[in-house]
Each structure stands twice: as structure tokens, then as C-alpha cells.
């Protein structure tokens, strides 16, 4: 899974009773049909599993579900405490076969969000919409048959039938393979599919809401070389007979890595200019890595949990170094050692091996572990270790020690100090960190550029000047910072010099920094409202309005219906604009005005509402339908929007009118909103 780079979540792993010990379940063959109308799911299963040791019961985990139309001979079936038992006079070696029919209405796990129906399985439990295991150390061979009223299902596997029908259409997939069941997965919507094939044969599918067609090349720039790279470097071949990625609206994180069947966040969908600021790589390659480092081997509990996410996160590492070189590769590591240092100067320092670590340390500081793991043991060493430990391992579980064993088995060298610096220590090891950054050549001209900042003027002129000239993107990005804080007319040349480096990243940080921009520098500043940035166009425009008021018409003219990423950051700023510019007649703000409420509706995604929201808020436009929509945005399955929303929500409720309203309709409002709505008014 990959989080938002600005999350920090806890991950706990809860111990399950040891069931593995006693039955192995082989094969599910599942079919589901989610119901839109009720937000519940119907299915049907068909189990097989073996006793490894003589029983009278055995399990699988199902949440509240109701069971029906068994098939069974060899004992009973029964619900309870969120399992269902087979019991039975269970033989060792013996392998049993049950199927029943179930029902479901899931609190979790299953997303119906505007026209898409997608799961999440990591994190919460799969066993909430499909009986399945939620100890990861059952692996079972998933065949999944998904019902979908209406149009396409992406799933794990490959397809093997598509039954059109007057109701709806009916998938069946086939996986050869076994997987723990959090990888288990399914995302309905209307898509469109591209297909490209990898180089050793992969048949690799990539879908796009239909409306978003356009954006298939950008959105998925790179993915064949991402994969054929991944192969290369890891050594052994992908596992697994397909692979598909499909982005779904108000996804829960970045992205999650099915087998097969990756589901991402509709927020990685980007145009031509969005590629430059906020693509999808990093994602695309960090669960492509986990095909192998977690879904292949799979971690056997919580303690190893940088097994998956430390290698995912240094291997999409190196994929990005395949696409964006060497710089990019040492800026990254950098960026994440700056922030892991900071955590453990504060003492909150954790060790790679806490099960209850934030995901800032399974993920960089397990990559960090990884990028020294290597420079000690050497490039070939480190390959052949990771190549055996997959290949010893493949569709099982893996504790750290199973990893190390191999490294030991393929290096002389002694690497028990890494053990204990990188994966035992709680605290960040940032001088041996710092050092190995050295080895870049561009990391000691960044480190040179930022110890300016504390210089005076007369002996940092030249060299800011030196690195602003043929600038490289972040060691410039840095000397343009270092210009906020000189008067303007030191740095007024520099900044030309800035603008006329046509370098993107640089001219940003101008946008970003630059705060009174002075007559002579403001033609050169228009033009970054050209630039192929939304990052930039969105700061450009309002430091524009904001210094020159009188030229606001014409700013905003040119930028008339730029939408930006797809929570409008563009387009909503620019409605923030116009409604307080003189240029409009009172009837067309008002126009700009609806447009802005509008984006607040539950139509589109929680990242348009949330801006929306937050601009509604600082303007006081709310009316009763944002109310309205904010009340539903306080029960929203996002919590970081749904906590948002309620804070504004608590703010609105000040108001006695307004909770007036909402206490007289409260009979009008769904069943979650009317739940919350007890919880922040007195209702009668
Ligand atoms: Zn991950």
C-alpha cells in the first residue's frame, strides 16, 4: 500500500489464534454481486480446505453475515462472532469442500462511491464483504465471479467469461496462484482499458474512467519501462498471469497493491501539465514492487512489515532513479532522511522491527536500510540475496530473519552493525546517512548552495549567482529560496537570472516564494502563468491578483477555465478570484458563486469538496445546500475528510438558525448523516 507522502498512520497488527497449524484452505471460488441501492453485497462460496491436524471445527473469518442454501456433508456450518464454523469429524490430510450463500451489508472493506463499487482490503479485513482469512498466513488460490449492474469489472486474475445479461454483466476470473486475503479485490465502474504488454510477455491493462480518457498516456507514462525495469532488478520473473491498475474516485490511500489488480487514487490521473507536478510513478512502481514484496512473500506478522513496505519503497526508488536519474534518486533519500532525523531528534525515533511503527519508518526508513544494506554488501551481493529469498519463499510467509539468512548465505561481510544501526536502533543513523549522500556529486553542490543561507550578501552573491545559472532543479529550487529573505534589490538580478533558467522547478520556487513582486520583475512574473505547472499557475495567479489588483481582469481572463489537478485547484481559486474582483456585474458572481457551492456536492470527489469547503468557509458563502453537503461530508468513509468536515461543521452549528434548519429537517437527511447529527445537535 502506499500512503499519502504527508500521512502518518499507525499500523497495528492484531495476533490471531493459530489456525494455520491445524487446516490449510486451498481454493475459494467466489461469486458476489454488490447492491448499489442498499450498500450490501451477495454472494456465494465454494471452499476447499486440508487438515493438517486432526480437528472438530474449523473457520473462516465473515462479518456479520448471513448464511443460506448450504451445501455440506461432512458436519455442520454455523455463524457466529464474526466467523463461520464447519465442523465435522476433520481427518489429517483429508481435504473437505463446502459451499453456501451469503449476505452481507459491509461497514468496511467495500466502497460505493458515485458510479464505482471498489474493496480495500489492507487495513480493514476482507472478511467484511467476502468469508475469507484475515490472518495473512493462509494463503488461498481466489477465483472471483463479480456481478456488476452495470459496467466493467477489474479483478484479480485473468478473465475467463464476461456474461452480458438484461440485469447486469457477470465477470468470472481465474487466479493460479494462491494470496492472503487482504489482497483480495474487485473495482466495478465505467472504465476504459488500455493494453500493453511487458517484455517478457506480462499482459499489463490499464483502465481510466471513460471521461478521463484523454489523460491515458500521462497517466501512465512509463509503466512498461517501470515493469520491465522492476523484473530486470529484482530478478526473479513477475509472478503472476496479468497485471491491471485502475484509479477509483475517494480512494482511502495513494494506492493498494491486489495481486494483480492495483487500485489507486483518481488523484494520480493527470494531464500533460499535471505529469510535471504530481504524477503517478512513484505509486505505479511502489505496487508493482509489492507483487513480489508482499503478495509473493508475504509478511508473517506486523514485526516485518518493512519487508513489504521498505522494499516497495526503495524499489520504486530505483525505478524513478531508471527515469529520472541519479539527482533525483540522492534528492529523495535526502528529503526522506531530513524528515526521519527530525523525528528521531525529537526521540520519537522507532526500530524497523516495531510492529506498531509509523509508516514514515516501514516505508523510508526501510528504504534507507536498504540503500545501506547495499553499500556495504556490494551492487551483485545484495541482488542475488533478494533474488533467492523470493525464490525460496514464493506464496509464503517471511519473517525478517528469512531475508537476512539469505544475505548471510550470498556476502562475506560481516553486516551484524547494520542489523543493529538499521533495523534494531530506534534512532535515525543520520551521520552514516549524510555520508553515504556524499557519494552524489550533486548532493555536495545542494549541501554547499544551502549552507548560504547564513552568509552574508557580499559572499553569497557569486556563488547563488553560479548555481542559478544552467540551475539544476533543486539546487536552484534552494537559491531561489535563499532570496526571500534579501532585500529586493540584492536579489532583484538573481531573480531575473531565475526566470530566464526556463528551468520549471526554479521558476516555481519564485511562485512559491516570492511574495511582493516588484514592478520590474512583473512581466517576467505573468509568464509564469504559462508555465506547464498547476503548482505554479495556482500561486502565479493569486500573487498576481493579490500585487496588482488593477490587472486583475486581465489575469483572470487568461486563466478562464483552467481546471488544474482533479480537485480544480485552478478553476476554484480562480472562482475565489472573480467573486471579489471588481470586473464582474453582481449576477455573474453570483453565478461563480453557485459554481463554488456546487463543488461541494457529493457528485464529485472529497477533494473537490474539501477545497471547496475550505474557500466556502473563509468567504462565509454557505447557503443551506452546503450545509446540507456538509453534513454528509462528516460521515464520509475518508476520515481525513470527514474529520475536516466535521470541524467546519462544528463552526456552522454556532450559528442557532442553521441549527434550527437542521433539527426541523432532520427527517430529510440519510441514515449515517442523522446518526452524526444526533451526536452535534439535541434533536427532539
Ligand atoms: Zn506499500
Not at 520519537?348 to 536498504?370: H, M, N, R, T, V
Request: net charge negative; aromatic share 14%; with cysteine.
Amino acid at each position: 500500500m502506499r500512503f499519502f507522502p504527508y500521512l502518518v498512520f499507525l499500523v497495528t497488527i492484531f495476533a490471531t489464534a493459530q489456525q494455520t497449524a491445524v487446516v490449510d484452505f486451498l481454493q475459494m471460488r467466489a461469486t458476489v454481486a454488490p447492491v448499489f441501492e442498499t450498500s450490501s453485497v451477495r454472494g456465494s462460496v465454494d471452499v476447499t480446505f486440508k487438515i493438517l491436524k486432526q480437528t472438530d471445527s474449523v473457520y473462516l473469518d465473515a462479518v456479520a453475515m448471513k448464511i443460506y442454501n448450504i451445501k455440506y456433508t461432512a458436519g455442520n456450518i454455523t455463524t457466529a462472532n464474526d466467523k463461520i464454523w464447519f465442523t465435522g469429524d476433520f481427518k489429517q490430510g483429508n481435504v473437505y469442500q463446502a459451499y453456501f450463500d451469503y449476505e452481507a451489508t459491509p461497514r468496511q472493506t467495500l466502497y460505493f462511491t458515485g458510479n464505482q463499487i471498489w474493496t480495500q482490503g489492507q487495513g480493514k479485513y476482507t472478511s467484511h464483504w467476502l468469508p475469507s482469512i484475515d490472518d495473512m498466513n493462509d494463503k488461498i488460490e481466489f477465483d472471483l465471479s463479480v456481478f456488476a449492474p452495470s459496467g466493467t469489472v477489474v479483478a484479480n486474475g485473468i478473465v475467463t467469461d464476461i456474461v452480458n445479461t438484461s440485469k447486469g454483466n457477470l465477470y468470472s476470473f481465474d487466479m493460479q496462484k494462491p494470496m492472503a486475503s487482504y489482497l483480495v479485490a474487485f473495482a466495478i465502474g465505467n472504465f476504459q482499458k488500455r493494453e500493453i504488454t511487458s517484455k517478457s510477455g506480462i499482459p499489463i491493462e490499464l483502465y481510466l474512467s471513460a471521461q478521463d480518457t484523454a489523460n491515458f498516456e500521462p497517466t501512465y507514462r512509463h509503466t512498461k519501462k517501470i515493469f520491465d525495469f522492476l523484473e530486470t532488478e529484482i530478478g526473479v520473473p513477475y509472478p503472476w498471469q496479468n497485471y491491471k491498475q485502475v484509479p477509483v474516485r475517494d480512494f482511502l490511500y495513494a494506492g493498494m497493491e491486489n495481486t494483480t489488480c492495483t487500485i489507486f487514487s483518481e488523484a494520480f490521473v493527470v494531464d500533460e501539465t499535471g505529469f510535471n507536478d504530481r504524477n503517478y510513478i512513484n505509486v505505479n512502481a511502489h505496487e508493482l514492487a509489492h507483487q513480489w514484496f508482499g503478495n509473493l512473500v508475504t509478511e508473517s506478522s506486523g514485526t516485518h512489515h518493512w519487508l513489504q513496505e521498505g522494499f516497495a519503497t526503495y524499489f520504486a526508488l530505483l525505478a524513478e532513479r531508471e527515469i529520472f536519474g541519479e539527482d533525483y534518486y540522492y534528492w529523495k533519500l535526502y528529503q526522506s532522511a531530513e524528515q526521519l532525523k527530525a523525528l528521531s531528534d525529537e526521540g520519537k525515533g522507532q526500530s524497523l522491527l516495531d510492529p506498531k511503527a509509523s509508516s514514515l519508518i516501514f516505508y523510508e526508513k526501510g528504504a534507507w536500510a536498504l540503500h545501506m544494506l547495499k553499500e556495504r554488501i556490494g551492487e551483485e551481493a545484495f541482488k542475488n540475496a533478494v533474488a533467492a529469498y523470493l525464490k525460496k519463499y514464493k506464496f509464503k510467509n517471511v519473517a525478517t530473519q528469512d531475508f537476512l539468512a539469505q544475505v548471510k548465505a550470498t556476502t562475506g561481510t560481516d553486516i551484524s552493525a547494520w542489523e543493529k544501526d538499521w533495523l534494531q536502533q530506534t534512532a535515525f543513523k543520520a551521520e552514516q546517512a549524510f555520508n553515504a549522500l556524499l557519494k552524489s556529486e550533486f548532493i555536495q553542490n545542494y549541501f554547499e548552495v544551502s549552507r548560504l543561507a547564513t552568509l552574508p550578501w557580499e559572499d553569497k552573491k557569486i556563488p547563488l549567482t553560479t548555481a542559478l545559472t544552467f540551475p539544476n532543479d533543486f539546487a536552484g529550487q534552494e537559491a531561489v529560496y535563499q532570496l526571500a529573505s534579501e532585500p529586493i534589490q540584492n536579489a532583484l538580478p538573481l531573480y531575473q537570472k531565475a526566470f530566464e533558467s526556463n528551468n520549471l522547478y526554479v521558476r516555481q520556487a519564485i511562485a512559491l516564494s516570492l511574495v511582493e513582486i516588484p514592478e520590474t520583475l512583473k512581466q517576467a512574473y505573468e509568464s509564469l502563468l504559462d508555465d506547464p505547472s498547476y503548482v505554479t499557475q495556482e500561486a502565479a495567479l493569486y500573487s498576481l491578483c493579490v500585487n496588482f489588483p488593477e490587472d486583475a481582469a486581465r489575469y483572470l481572463d487568461k486563466m478562464d477555465g483552467v481546471q488544474g489537478f482533479q480537485d480544480k485547484n485552478v478553476r476554484q481559486l480562480w472562482l475565489v478570484l472573480a467573486i471579489v474582483a471588481s470586473k464582474y456585474k453582481l449576477s455573474e458572481k453570483e453565478s461563480f458563486k453557485e459554481e463554488l457551492r456546487g463543488y461541494t456536492s457529493k457528485k464529485y470527489s472529497f477533494e473537490i469538496r474539501q477545497k471547496a469547503f475550505q474557500y466556502i468557509h473563509q468567504l462565509e458563502l454557505y447557503n443551506e445546500s452546503v450545509v446540507n453537503n456538509l453534513v454528509n461530508a462528516a460521515v464520509h468513509h475518508n476520515w481525513r475528510f470527514r474529520n475536516a468536515s466535521r470541524e467546519l461543521l462544528d463552526e456552522v452549528l454556532q450559528n442557532s438558525d442553521t441549527k434550527e434548519r437542521l433539527k426541523r429537517e432532520y427527517n430529510s437527511f440519510s441514515i449515517s448523516e442523522r446518526k452524526y447529527l444526533t451526536r452535534v445537535i439535541e434533536v427532539q
